[in-house]
């Protein structure tokens, strides 16, 4: 083999060989009783700045990995047992790119996870060199799957989706309870979401009959939101749509309480705190009734209750990030069975024809359109009680909202 | 328009912010003031206090109550760490001591981020939702606390360093550290005193704002770069300065804030800070730079 | 120093490198050593300014995203060729150096002052580019995939790996140059004493400005070439903190104001995380820590860093490490 600066051809070569070498492999393993594992590679920001999101992806990843191989593992390859590759993207695209790299030479069929849209931006296009699946959980920004790379497949919905869906499910609600709303403050982040959100909900909320009072941008971190809660304060909104990270979500909702601000709902938009049980346990008050339009599993199926339990056995908290990733690799292995084979070709043709459903998402089954999977929708949520239910899609609530905020 | 009760209850909410801003910057102004250089670890060392502060609260002690044991505390380990690392790795140079306290703010964030990850936590006091009601505005009662604690604070500083023997020390150190050699005073125990004084300010400012804000490995961050505007709009090494430099850094901050946005409220701070070194970096009240 | 004396140590080294992709056609290690490229650029690039001039910058990202930003933006908004995108940038890069430095060196900004002024445009250019939707905001830049020579993107990572060793190679041959020129003489001057160079006629203001230039100039071609590398690129990856420090960190451990230094000290960093990582594994943290440590140690102990300590050991390195600072 000869090496160089014009490698491109040869490691092409290299490539096709060794995974045709490994589907030969597959072959005899096929004939015996215990098959050879099946490297999956979990990449996650396991450390920096994205380790507590990065440790909830993984959670579920390892939860699933589990459930498969217990069940006994992947059938059409001979009872084949999933094995994590573990990767740290180190909370940066740089990290992300390494880890691929790793991954891709310790033979992984797959890989799953990214969270964070740079990771997955960085990482994904790294995959597709080797034409190695990726499987994103999170990473929200479109741009994700509007490159046209083949390898690449979101499970969970994108931007576009979920802000769109929060918008139909805010006139649905409002029309419900007898339009109490008419009047609405945005407070968004001035980063990547809330930033998009807001120019979003402005163009669009005019045309569904609310009249945006003002909005208001924070940096993140912010030291201090009470001018935040004074010009809301001063507006008096009907209803208040905030979209911030978890800090910054929690100092406004406890200034507001401190404030003795009140508006007849808070209905965020994938908001950092307002589906996050830390916040609910914290501070039960100040996260009373407030909704969100986030990523949610399916609280009606009975794998997802069982996982949350053993979830919070642990002491942990159950994110959607562990939901999703647990439904990432189950996707994964349904995919592997389907195509009997490790070869990332058919992997990656068994994904893009994927119509899987015994995932835990509120989803439907799975069907790829240009690597997104066009079933994935978000849901609303609401602080009620002690919980936080779903209270739409009516298909997979187990709450009716409470709207407006009783006062 | 806005309304002029907004506008002051905006006023109101600056002042209280920038105590703590005061509180913060007045330990890197006396830093800077005696011993001529800028302490990069000072961000890390709050964040490392309201970690402290944090784990007080979870084992039931109030952070009002924790900051007595606090205070002393990281005055002690400011003493250590001035004495023992900060001032033999450095050698007496100046840019020695700059990278020697941005390793030591690397060390500690990232020793915060491996012990307690970096989750974003908060504690809930019986008194944090109070508030004062003055009519048009509630202010929420621990900010008050805050406001009145950090002021208090730094004038007990101011008197402490103009009439005990260990602040006259301090001072004829900063004015002539080679004199006050020749006088007989410890120079490096002056130093350290000086930096534990810092370290104790932060300790306190810390548990002043834990029941009213978060805590992360890199919370200090928020705050040091503010810092750092304050001591130079308030001139370097000035105690008075760092107060009065605070108060009006907060007040600019809330109303640039309320009237073209948050985000560029902190920008505004930035641009201040640049103006403010380029054209005058002795500050507003600082005689000496 | 004769001229073959000072450059054929580089020379060799470089040959060294560039054999590398003949001897290892693992990505594993080729994409490693692309990344601790970029981290030796951005490296040179303070190299010049803080290790030869002594002015300490605490804000080099501000050069870092201005070069991807501009490197970035010319390609997708002008559609300008990458190439001539890179270059301009590069270009660009400098000129901001240019106009901070005027600023700083103009108000007599040193030490202390000129670390926390630089970090503060950083800090500035960070939330305007966040803010503003020119810059595309916190989105970001994503520069469409694209894999032709021609476009500066490669399908081969050891494509990628010799243009990034031919970047840090001009960097060393440009440094070494440095050392041996006038400037390079009345930068060390400065450095050592700045009232007694400009009493000696040196124009301080004109040998800082020129410093800076170039110094930025480096950095912002660490930046592009970031940006040719991911294709993509946001205000917290070009201006964030962390590529301020590790700017600062290679060439003070590998050893400050020396040639090799950014070099040895970027490859020591990425040889210790990646250490770290094996023997801590995934604990958040660590190897920054670790880094910071080994920050604190080499200032304490080994001031000439990594190539300061070989040269105390022996001689016979001494043509590498060059001019050690004291």
């Not at chain 3, 810059?135 to 243009?163: I, K």
Request: net charge neutral.
């Amino acid at each position: 083999m000869t090496h160089g600066l014009d490698s491109k051809w040869t490691r092409r070569r290299f490539l096709a060989a060794s995974s045709g070498g490994a589907a030969m492999l597959a072959a005899p393993s096929y004939l015996r009783a215990q098959a050879a594992p099946i490297k999956v590679g979990i990449l996650q920001p396991l450390t920096g700045a994205l380790a507590f999101d990065g440790q909830q992806g993984l959670m579920g990843s390892e939860a699933a990995i589990k459930v498969i191989n217990d069940a006994g593992g992947i059938k059409s390859l001979g009872g084949a047992k999933l094995e994590m590759a573990q990767g740290d993207a180190r909370s940066t695209p740089d990290g992300g790119n390494a880890e691929v790299e790793r991954l891709n030479s310790d033979g992984v069929v797959a890989i799953v996870g990214g969270f964070a849209s740079p990771i997955c931006l960085a990482a994904t296009q790294a995959a597709s060199r080797y034409d190695l699946p990726y499987i994103v959980d999170v990473g929200v920004t479109d741009a994700i799957v509007q490159r046209g790379l083949k390898n690449t497949f979101r499970f969970a919905p994108g931007f576009g989706v979920v802000s769109r869906t929060a918008l139909d499910n805010l006139v649905k609600l409002n029309d419900a309870a007898g339009k109490p709303a008419k009047t609405v403050v945005l407070v968004h982040e001035d980063g990547l979401f809330g930033s998009g959100l807001a120019k979003l909900l402005q163009a669009e909320l005019p045309n569904r009959g609310f009249d945006i009072l003002d909005t208001i941008a924070h940096p993140t971190p912010a030291r201090d939101m009470s001018n935040v809660a004074l010009q809301i304060k001063a507006k008096n909104p009907d209803l208040l749509i905030p979209s911030s990270y978890y800090g910054e979500f929690v100092l406004l909702a406890r200034t507001m309480q401190q404030q003795r601000i009140k508006p007849k709902g808070i209905y965020s938009i994938l908001n950092g705190a307002a589906s996050n049980f830390r916040f609910l346990k914290e501070f039960p008050e100040a996260a009373q009734y407030v909704m969100d339009c986030n990523h949610w599993w399916d609280p009606r199926k009975e794998a997802a209750q069982a996982l949350r339990k053993e979830v919070e056995a642990q002491g942990k908290f159950f994110t959607y990030n562990t939901a999703l990733n647990y439904s990432c690799v189950l996707l994964l292995a349904d995919a592997l069975e389907r195509a009997a084979s490790t070869d990332r070709a058919k992997i990656t043709e068994a994904l893009a024809s994927s119509t899987f459903a015994g995932h835990i998402m509120p989803y439907g089954p799975t069907r790829f359109g240009d690597g997104q999977n066009q079933g994935a929708a978000p849901v609303n949520l609401q602080v009620q009680g002690n919980d936080i239910k779903v209270i739409f899609p009516d298909a997979f609530a187990d709450a009716k909202p409470v709207f407006p905020v009783p006062a | 328009m806005l309304a002029p009760d907004i506008l002051l209850a905006a006023v109101l909410n600056g002042l209280m912010t920038g105590a703590v801003y005061a509180l913060v910057a007045v330990g890197l102004t006396l830093v800077y003031g005696v011993l001529h250089i800028i302490n990069f670890a000072h961000g890390a060392i709050l964040s490392a206090a309201m970690f402290a502060a944090y784990f007080a609260s979870l084992a039931g002690v109030d952070p009002y109550i924790a900051l007595i044991g606090l205070a002393p505390l990281f005055f002690a380990a400011g003493y250590a760490a001035q004495r023992l690392i900060i001032s033999p790795a450095s050698h007496g140079d100046d840019q020695n001591v700059l990278l020697v306290t941005l390793g030591l703010s690397i060390v500690i964030e990232n020793v915060l981020l491996t012990a307690f990850h970096s989750d974003t936590r908060s504690i809930d006091v019986p008194y944090g939702f109070a508030s004062v009601d003055l009519g048009f505005a509630f202010l929420p009662l621990p900010r008050v606390v805050a406001f009145a604690v950090a002021c208090v604070v730094s004038a007990a500083l101011w008197i402490g360093l103009h009439h005990t023997d260990t602040g006259k020390a301090i001072r004829a150190v900063a004015k002539e550290r080679y004199g006050a050699t020749l006088v007989g005073i410890d120079v490096a125990h002056v130093y350290a005193v000086t930096f534990g004084i810092g370290a104790a300010c932060l300790a306190i400012a810390a548990c002043l704002l834990l029941p009213s804000y978060y805590v992360n490995p890199r919370v200090g961050e928020a705050y040091v770069l503010v810092a750092f505007t304050v001591v130079v709009f308030g001139g370097m090494g000035s105690v008075p300065g760092a107060l009065i430099g605070g108060l009006m850094i907060g007040v600019i901050e809330s109303l640039t804030g309320l009237f073209f946005g948050e985000s560029l409220g902190q920008l505004g701070i930035f641009v201040l800070f640049i103006v403010m070194l380029l054209l005058r970096p002795t500050g507003l009240f600082g005689a000496r730079a | 120093m004769s001229a073959p004396r000072a450059f054929a140590p580089i020379l060799m080294i470089l040959a060294l490198g560039a054999a590398l992709p003949f001897v290892t056609s693992s990505n594993i290690i080729l994409n490693g050593m692309v990344t601790t490229l970029i981290v030796a650029l951005a490296g040179y690039g303070w190299n010049l300014l803080g290790g030869y001039g002594g002015q300490f910058s605490f804000g080099h990202a501000a050069f870092f995203g201005t070069g991807a930003y501009a490197c970035a933006l010319l390609q997708q908004r002008c559609g300008v060729n990458a190439w001539v995108a890179f270059a301009s940038a590069i270009t660009i890069g400098g000129g901001v150096g240019f106009i901070i430095g005027y600023l700083s060196f103009r108000s007599g900004l040193r030490g202390s002052y000129f670390a926390l002024v630089t970090l503060a445009f950083a800090e500035v250019f960070r939330i305007v580019v966040n803010a503003s939707s020119f810059f595309n905001g916190a989105a970001g830049v994503l520069l469409e995939l694209d894999a032709r020579p021609g476009n500066f993107q490669f399908a081969s990572r050891a494509a990628y790996y010799e243009v990034a060793l031919g970047l840090v190679g001009v960097a060393l041959l440009s440094t070494r140059a440095l050392e041996r020129s006038r400037l390079g003489a009345y930068l060390v001057a400065v450095r050592e004493n700045e009232n007694a160079a400009k009493a000696l006629g040196v124009d301080t203001l004109k040998t800082k400005l020129q410093a800076i230039s170039l110094s930025a100039a480096f950095t912002a071609a660490a930046g592009a070439f970031y940006v040719q590398y991911f294709l993509f690129i946001n205000p917290e990856l070009g201006f964030g903190a962390s590529i301020s420090i590790e700017a600062l960190l290679a060439p003070i451990i590998g050893g400050l104001g020396t040639a090799f230094g950014p070099l040895v000290g970027a490859v020591a960093l990425h040889e210790l995380g990646e250490l770290t990582q094996w023997l801590l594994g995934s604990l958040p943290g660590a190897d920054m820590a670790l880094f910071g440590v080994f920050l604190v140690l080499i200032i304490a102990f080994a001031r000439g860093g990594i190539l300061g300590l070989l040269s105390r050991l022996g001689r016979g390195v001494h043509g590498m490490a060059g001019e050690v600072m004291p």
